[in-house]
């Protein structure tokens, strides 16, 4: 079959991509996946430092080893070069043309400021749990997880199952609304069976619902948070504290492939149809860049967009229902633990909020909580925010999420990469 | 409405040249309007270098920068302007580009710009990352950086100060003798009107002979010392007003934050701001052999600007005959910069009827008016077919390397932390084995591993001599060598 003689190309090995693989493999396309990471499986199931992966991923990880597939670990997308991508490996800079692509980049954790944030010892929540994942000491240690989301149980599970003291988890979320999610998972029993083994495994773990973080205390390194509910605040000594607020769409790349961006949510996603196309031809999504909504979710798009990138659109649609499902579950989600509206009234003037330039709140926001600047690109210009390593991938996501418009543009390299392999192709 | 009195200047664009042509206005007494769609400083002046360098190929460009240069000196305190005096090199890569040197400094001596030549042994000294081999330079020891769009909003702020207008969010869409139409309909009237937006320009006076001349520029992490001096090579001024329809040459900057910003591109005949890979190579290979270790240092981020240039490479300043009441301040091309405060003087004493300090009629954009046949014509103006975009030659160079998922080996391996023996577990990331945090911010605070999963940065270190590894991203080898980093202050 001609239009098979050139892989599918994916981008990203988490649940999204490695549904994408098979199901275009099983269409009767090759498909080639890559991965920034040197292990698959994306964040959700991300190898432990032992070389194994979570269990439900065997499956899916199979598809790896298939002859049709050629899996590119430790292969980073920086840049496009007119029909193919720029890709930096250890080995160096290729370029990998494409003719036709899946876009599975994922998501990334939304890290808001707060006092103390920036100390040693304080991480996102998602954050401690993959860095525990790679190794990280953490047996023994006293931890506090924060922030929203149902990432913070998860969280709390890995690193009580690697051995740690999981002092509390505060979440932002009051009682009610927590109570009328449970209650809604009955329309979901894989979550809510998930939902009870999780509560299981931490019974022992106090869930303190309505409760936040208000500064994290420390020298060198955080050595004890400041907790508060509506009764008051107190300190809790702790040796690490991981702070998450649920995740945001990975867009970059997309965005540079003049892929539609939709803006209209707190945080910019990929627009794709019902087929997961983009509006550019031959370039699909899927998973947590087209929304935030978990591994049944990028597992049924990763499904749709393989197939339809192997020309296969009756597979497709039968993944239809599955997505539907999950989309509705996501809607929940995002109901139930949204960024509470006045959180920027817990940040100080002096806060941090670019971690990469050392850019203050007070440099962009004014005392009556309006912006410095009229526009992201005068802010940026003005300040450097957003302009330093991560290129505002963690403050711009946060300024949204507080309400300052960040800047949209995307520039490349997505990637901060070494001169001389941009040179020597 | 209040008969409120009619502006005396309108200024279309708040770049460096309009913003300067604000605040030397209102300085005068004008009252002013300006008009500005986007961002203050965000157009070309945004795309550009901020080198302040006087350039003396041509006598007219030569008067207008070294004008330009003096009146720079009354914001070398400010400190939105990062003003830092570090000079420019001319590098001579051979001997017949030193040949070029002695006149060239003869030049600048006699507009009484100091200049100095530098033998070989000494630009050694004094740019240690230049290759060997090089013939020498020329030392303009008073040319200068700044960070323009900073610039440009201080000096609108000033104007402001002194009672000027300013509509943001509004572009000029249309000019008459009385005033100019806003894209929202509305009207503004104006006794004069300035154009002063670049290769936009265009847009307003399609006649003029403006094209934009594309750019790309590339900043680096933060790398103090790798250069000292603005490198220029003396082959720069040959590119920079060639003929060709793209061209790259070796033009690297030390900024005030330690970071190296990286020139310098030009073509003509494109009209899309993309960054192109196959340019930007180019000009960092151009610059790689002139500093042959500049390949290691990390690249943060690219991108273009548009720069209006003239067919005879002198910008358009002062009044456009053929519509009563407008002016013109544009066509800068890449020394819009160095030349905005005395485009500003030329403008406001034309209008005020003051004696200008230099002659102002060789920039007088009437001289595009002239009648030229066809043999006169400067060939630049012919039209530029469109150059070679992207690849179709390149190699595709994809490994297929097949990593089977099996566990690592249980043996252990140490690694060591600035210097320190650490004992570790293989399969463990870097930044786990290490547990602590490995670099310092900008202002000094100290910062471990956030996200973990490559995005912050913060968990950065030199690994075995390759700086910035995301040690959160690579797992333990036997005897790696990591060292903490420290983000350099600001200079």
């Known amino acids: 079959m001609p239009e098979h003689a050139h892989p599918v190309v994916i981008v990203g090995a988490g649940p999204a991509g490695l549904a994408a693989a098979r199901a275009a493999i099983e269409s009767g396309a090759r498909a080639l996946v890559l991965d920034a990471h040197d292990a698959p499986g994306g964040q959700v199931w991300r190898r432990r430092h032992d070389g194994t992966h979570p269990a439900p991923a065997a499956q899916a990880l199979a598809i790896l080893a298939h002859p049709a597939c050629t899996w590119l670990p430790a292969h980073r997308v920086v840049a496009r070069d007119g029909d193919a991508l720029l890709v930096q490996s250890p080995q160096g800079t290729s370029r990998l043309p494409f003719q036709r692509l899946v876009l599975a980049t994922g998501a990334r954790e939304l890290l808001l400021p707060f006092p103390g944030w920036t100390l040693p010892g304080v991480t996102g929540a998602g954050g401690l749990q993959a860095l525990v994942k790679g190794g990280w000491p953490i047996a023994g240690r006293r931890v506090v997880v924060a922030g929203s ?72 390194r955080v050595e004890a948070v400041v907790l508060a509910d509506r009764h008051g605040e107190r300190e809790l000594a702790c040796d690490a504290l991981a702070v998450g607020h649920g995740l945001v769409p990975n867009v970059e790349l997309a965005t540079l492939l003049d892929c539609a961006i939709d803006r209209g949510a707190m945080h910019p996603v990929i627009a794709v149809d019902a087929l997961q196309r983009t509006s550019v031809p031959a370039i699909l999504a899927a998973g947590e860049g087209t929304g935030i909504g978990g591994v049944d979710r990028s597992l049924a798009e990763g499904c749709i967009a393989g197939h339809v990138a192997a020309g296969d659109e009756v597979r497709a649609r039968r993944a239809h229902a599955a997505r539907a499902q999950a989309h509705r579950f996501a809607r929940s989600l995002a109901r139930t633990f949204a960024v509470p509206p006045d959180y920027a009234q817990r940040i100080a003037p002096d806060t941090l909020v670019c971690r990469c330039e050392d850019v203050s709140w007070r440099t962009l926001v004014q005392a009556d909580g309006t912006p410095v600047h009229a526009d992201a690109r005068a802010r940026k210009l003005d300040t450097r925010v957003g302009m330093g390593w991560c290129q505002g991938r963690i403050c711009g996501a946060a300024l949204a999420a507080l309400g300052v418009a960040p800047d949209v543009g995307v520039r490349p390299p997505l990637y901060p990469v070494r001169i001389g392999s941009m040179i020597d192709l | 409405m209040p008969n409120a009195p009619l502006p005396d200047l309108l200024i279309a664009g708040a770049g460096i040249v309009g913003t300067a042509c604000a605040l030397a206005a209102a300085e005068a007494g004008l009252r002013v309007v300006v008009v500005e769609p986007g961002a203050i400083g965000a157009g070309a002046t945004a795309a550009g270098m901020g080198h302040l360098v006087a350039l003396e190929d041509d006598p007219a460009e030569f008067a207008l920068s070294a004008l330009s240069l003096r009146m720079w000196n009354r914001h070398a305190d400010l400190p939105e302007a990062e003003f830092s005096r570090c000079g420019t090199l001319w590098i001579a890569a051979d001997e017949a580009e030193l040949a070029a ?72 869409v249309a000019m008459d003798a009385g005033g100019v139409r806003l894209d929202d309909g509305s009207r503004l009237a104006a006794a004069r009107t300035l154009l002063a937006c670049g290769v936009d320009t265009r847009t307003l006076v399609p006649e003029l002979p403006l094209r934009p001349r594309k750019g790309h520029l590339l900043i680096t992490e933060r790398a103090p010392g790798f250069v000292r001096h603005q490198l220029i090579e003396l082959g720069y001024l040959a590119s920079a007003h060639g003929n060709s329809d793209s061209s790259v040459a070796f033009n690297v900057q030390p900024r005030p934050t330690g970071q190296v910003l990286i020139g310098s591109s030009r073509q003509y005949g494109v009209e899309d701001a993309a960054v192109e890979p196959a340019m930007l190579r180019r000009m960092l290979a151009r610059a790689r ?75 007088w954009p009437a001289r595009v008016l002239s009648p030229v046949g066809d043999e006169g014509r400067d060939p630049r103006a012919a039209p530029i077919p469109a150059p070679e975009r992207g690849h179709t030659t390149d190699a595709i160079a994809v490994r297929e390397t097949r990593t089977p998922i099996t566990p690592p080996s249980p043996a252990s391996l140490v690694i060591h932390l600035d210097g320190v023996p650490v004992p570790c577990t293989p399969g463990t990331t870097l930044a786990a084995a290490i547990a602590t945090g490995t670099r310092r911010s900008r202002t000094g605070t100290m910062r471990a591993p956030t996200c973990g999963m490559g995005v912050c940065g913060e968990c950065r270190a030199t690994v075995d001599g390759i700086a910035h590894v995301l040690t959160c991203q690579v797992r333990v080898a036997p005897g790696m060598r990591v060292t903490s980093e420290r983000e350099p202050a600001h200079a």
């Open chain 1, 149 to 220: 989301g149902p990432l913070l149980l998860a969280a709390a599970d890995t690193v009580r199952a690697a051995g740690a003291r999981v002092l509390a988890i505060a979440e932002e979320a009051d009682a009610a609304g927590l109570a009328r999610f449970a209650l809604s998972l009955w329309r979901y029993p894989a979550k809510a069976r998930q939902a009870i083994a999780l509560r299981a495994r931490l019974r022992a773990t106090p869930y303190l619902p309505d409760t936040h973080v208000v500064r994290a205390i420390g020298d060198e």
């Open chain 2, 101 to 172: 040197v002695a006149p060239k400094r003869e030049a600048y001596l006699a507009r009484g710009i100091a200049a100095e030549l530098i033998d070989a042994p000494t630009l050694a000294r004094l740019e240690p990352n230049l290759r060997g081999g090089l013939a020498g330079a020329l030392r303009v020891p008073d040319d200068a950086i700044v960070y323009a769009p900073r610039v440009a909003r201080v000096l609108l702020d000033r104007a402001r100060a002194l009672g000027a207008r300013v509509v943001q969010g509004r572009r000029v």
């Open chain 2, 289 to 363: 052999t002139y500093l042959p270790t500049i390949g290691e240092l990390t690249a943060l981020r690219a991108w273009t600007g548009f720069r209006p240039a003239t067919t005879d490479g002198l910008p358009l300043i002062g009044p456009w005959p053929p519509v009563p009441g407008l002016w013109l301040a544009t066509g800068h091309e890449g020394l819009g910069i160095t030349t905005a405060l005395a485009t500003a003087r030329l403008v406001v004493d034309a209008m005020t009827g003051a004696t200008a300090p230099i002659d102002p009629t060789p920039y």
